[in-house]
C-alpha cells in the first residue's frame, strides 16, 4: 500500500490524499484555502483515480473537488450531510471567487450526480478495499476514514473529542491499523474549559446588549453557528438573537440529516428561538436595536458579517464575538491581532470591544495524546493538517513515547 501527501502537509488547509493498493487508488479529500493568495492541492489526474471519499464539508478539504468533474468523473461518497453542504458552500466559492477558479457549477453538479451517500459505521466495498466511515465529531456528518487492504489506514480528517451542545465527540475506540493520516492543528496547547467559554459569551453578550448596543458573532454557517444559537438557548438568554446568512440554508439541512446532530429536538428548539433574517431590509433593520446577530462569515471574508462589521465598529458600546479560528491573512485575524478591519477599501481601527472565545471544534493537545496511545496495533502516525511546529512539537512527543510518528512534505510517498 502506498500514500500519497497532496497537500496539508506544514500547513492548515487544502488536504488531499492518495491511497493505492495494487490497481485501486483513492483520494481522500481535494481542498484549497479560498483566501487572498489561493493555494491549491498538488495536481492529481481524475482517470488515475478510482474514487473519491470527502471527509467533511469545509473547503480546505472540498475546495478543489469539482475539478475531478470536467469530464466522466468518478464515484463519490461521503455523509449525506457532507454532499449537502458541499454543493453549498461550493457554489458559494464559484459566485465568490469563480474567475480564480478551473471549474464552475456544471462541475459541482457533476460531483453531486456521482455522489453516494454512506452513513457511520456502515462498510462498504471500492475495488476490493473496505471503507468504514466513522464519525469524527468535527462538524456534522464530519467523518473518519478507515480503510482495509493489504494494511489498514485510517485518515482522521478534522477530529474533535471534546463534547459540544451540537455533536456526539469522536470516540477513542478505534480500530486497528497499520498507518493513521492525522491531522495535528492543535498539536501544542489545549483548549479551554468549553462550560467557562459559554459563559463568557453569555455575559460579554450580557453586558454590551444591557448597555445599548449590538453584538455580532460572525461564525462559520456549518456548525459553530447552530452551536452558538444553541448556547444562547439552553443558557435561557434573555435577548433578542438573529440569523443570517448561509447558516439559515445549513440549519435546514442539518434538520433534514437529525440522525448525524445530538439532540435534533433540542437544536430545532434553539434555531425557532432565533429570529431569521432575509434580505437587506431585515438587515438594516436588526442593526438598530440592541440584541446579538450570529452572521457568517466566521473570519470576515463576505457575507452579511462584513455588512455588520461595518455598521458596528465604529461605536464603542457594540461587540464583536469571535468564535471561529481566524487564518492568517483573513480579516478576522486582523481584527484580532491589529484591532483593524478594512472598510471602503481602507484599513480602520475598531472602537467596539472585541473579544475572543474558544469554541474549537478540533481536538487539542491532550485530545489527540489521548487517541494516539489508545491506538490497536503499532501504526505509523502521519501528522498533517498542523504548522511545521505543531507537527515537529507533535511528532517529537510521539516518537519519545514509542509511537513512530512522521512529518511529511507534500509530494512525499509513504510505503
Excluded at 387 to 401: F, I, K
Amino acid at each position: 500500500m502506498q500514500i500519497k501527501i497532496l497537500g496539508a502537509a506544514g500547513t492548515v488547509g487544502n488536504s488531499g490524499f492518495l491511497v493505492k493498493d495494487d490497481s485501486t487508488t483513492l483520494l481522500l479529500d481535494y481542498g484549497l484555502n479560498p483566501g487572498k493568495n489561493m493555494v491549491h492541492p498538488m495536481h492529481v489526474r481524475p482517470k488515475d483515480i478510482t474514487a473519491l471519499i470527502t471527509s467533511h464539508a469545509h473547503l480546505d478539504h472540498i475546495g478543489y473537488e469539482p475539478y475531478l468533474y470536467m469530464g466522466k468523473g468518478i464515484p463519490h461518497y461521503a455523509t449525506a450531510p457532507t454532499i449537502e453542504i458541499s454543493e453549498v458552500l461550493l457554489n458559494d466559492l464559484i459566485k465568490i471567487s469563480g474567475e480564480r477558479l478551473p471549474f464552475t457549477s456544471a462541475e459541482v453538479q457533476n460531483l453531486i450526480r456521482m455522489s453516494t451517500a454512506r452513513a457511520y459505521n456502515e462498510e462498504f466495498s471500492i475495488d476490493g478495499l473496505k471503507i468504514t466511515l466513522l464519525n469524527a465529531g468535527h462538524i456534522p456528518g464530519s467523518a473518519m476514514v478507515y480503510i482495509r487492504g493489504s494494511k489498514k489506514v485510517l485518515y482522521t480528517g478534522d477530529v474533535n473529542h471534546i463534547e459540544s451542545r451540537l455533536l456526539v465527540p469522536a470516540s477513542y475506540d478505534l480500530p486497528e491499523v497499520d498507518y493513521v493520516i492525522s491531522e495535528c492543528t492543535y498539536a501544542t496547547r489545549d483548549h479551554e474549559d468549553r462550560a467557562k467559554e459559554e459563559k463568557r459569551l453569555i455575559d460579554f453578550s450580557n453586558e454590551i446588549i444591557e448597555g445599548g448596543g449590538t453584538v455580532l458573532i460572525p461564525s462559520f454557517a456549518v456548525g459553530r453557528a447552530q452551536e452558538v444559537a444553541e448556547i444562547y438557548y439552553y443558557n435561557n438568554f434573555k435577548h433578542e438573537v438573529y440569523m443570517d446568512g448561509m447558516a439559515l440554508t445549513i440549519n435546514d439541512i442539518l434538520l433534514r440529516n437529525s440522525e448525524f446532530i445530538k439532540d435534533p429536538a433540542g437544536l430545532k428548539m434553539a434555531l425557532d428561538s432565533v429570529k431569521y433574517i432575509n434580505g437587506w431590509a431585515g438587515r438594516r433593520k436588526a442593526i438598530k436595536k440592541p440584541a446579538s446577530i450570529i452572521s457568517p462569515a466566521g473570519m470576515l471574508v463576505g457575507g452579511a458579517s462584513v455588512f455588520y462589521s461595518r455598521k458596528i465598529s465604529g461605536d464603542p458600546k457594540n461587540g464583536i464575538a469571535i468564535v471561529s479560528y481566524q487564518v492568517e491573512g483573513t480579516p478576522g485575524r486582523s481584527l484580532i491581532d491589529e484591532g483593524e478591519v478594512m472598510l471602503d477599501g481602507k484599513l480602520t481601527s475598531v472602537k467596539a470591544k472585541v473579544l475572543q472565545f474558544e469554541l474549537s471544534s478540533h481536538s487539542g493537545r491532550s485530545q489527540l495524546l489521548e487517541m494516539f496511545k489508545k491506538l490497536k496495533g503499532s501504526p505509523t502516525v502521519i501528522l498533517v493538517h498542523g504548522d511545521n511546529d505543531s507537527c515537529s512539537y507533535m511528532s517529537q512527543e510521539l516518537n519519545g513515547m514509542g509511537i513512530k510518528a512522521i512529518c511529511p512534505k507534500n509530494g512525499d510517498i509513504i510505503e
